[in-house]
């Protein structure tokens, strides 16, 4: 069975460990949300996509949920002497990835290319696209004006309120060589438990993605970020609130109903009406738990086949 999964941080990457634990790691591949990428001191960064590498590679900081869990801080703390921006916390073997990256990216090499090569010596067998292999960047309009994903995330640390997501340079942008021919080629396709609107809005912003996911005839389900009406994670339910969307799975559903077939859902949560509903225990602290929700993802999608 060949899933293609749309994923951006840490949430999605717990869900694709739980497919790898099930199924082959060939059958597997991951379109990475990369509206989140940004230049710090001249280096390419690609948060999401690294937090997939470190996950599935067994590197990660399962603690504080990014970077890598054997990490060291002599560069930042040298760049703090020196009273460089220290901000955005980079570690020494971070910064070895991202000083690659943005060598290879100087010499024409694509981001889908340089994601893969690193994923192959990283020991990951699924295959891991970008969504885009130009420049998308999140952007956000708040009460403090219109803000860089990164400067609202981390340094604003989502304080801001926001009043609208955009995603500059979608417009122009083209799917990464492979991410169509994962869609269409897919026996199910899943929408990870990530952000809506800052991890998966900025895939389905590039054209060809949505109407792609549109046109399937694989079961596409969604793993729903909302728990007993709470978001699991990060700005989700702050953006939620400041754009006017109740916190609801009704909401998720509604959101991809144009592409949906199925939305996993918390155990004890309200179903949504008019998509199919599989319910285990959504949140996702350990293998098994990621195994569990990964499995009922699986189902649901054979599921709606087999109709």
Known sequence: MKVTVLTGGVGGAKLVLGLLRILPAADVTAIVNTGDDFRHLGLHVSPDIDTLLYTLSGKANR????????????????LRDLGGPDWFQLGDRDVALHVLRTARLAAGDGLDRITADMADRFGIGATILPMANTRVATQLETDEGLLEFQDYFVARRCVPRVSRILFDGADDALPAPGVLEAIAGADAVVTAPSNPFLSIDPLLAIPGIRSALVATQAPVVAVSPIIGGKAVKGPTAKLMEELGTPLANASIAAHYAD?????????????PDGVAVARTATLMHNDVDKVRVAQAALDLAASIADR
Not at 63 to 78: A, I, K, M, N
Not at 259 to 271: H, K, P, S
Request: proline share 0%; glycine share 14%; net charge negative.
């Open 259 to 271: 592409f949906i077939d199925g939305l996993v859902i918390d155990q004890g949560d309200d179903a």
């Open 63 to 78: 603690r504080q949920g990014w970077g890598r869990e054997d990490e060291t801080w002599s560069f930042l703390e040298t």
